[in-house]
């Protein structure tokens, strides 16, 4: 599936200073039925268990909700 992304990126300006652009990216991410898009990105043969004991994306993406 194509998933499109929005990215902050650091760019160098003419006087030396940094400032952040935001860049879209368009990802070809396969469709393997899992329920998040983190897993289906990853791919692990081990899943569902990995995401408890080995994924640190969805850890932190837990924390968050």
């Known amino acids: 599936m194509k998933v499109k992304s929005r990215m902050s990126c ?9 400032t952040t652009v935001i860049k879209e990216f368009e990802e070809d991410i396969p469709d393997l039925g899992r329920e998040e898009l983190i897993c289906n990105k990853c791919g692990r043969p081990d899943y569902p268990k990995c995401k408890e004991t080995v994924c640190e994306a969805w850890k932190y993406h837990k924390s968050k909700n």
Request: glycine residues 12%; hydrophobic residues 20%; charged residues 45%.
């Open 10 to 18: 650091p760019v160098r300006r003419k006087d030396g200073t940094w």
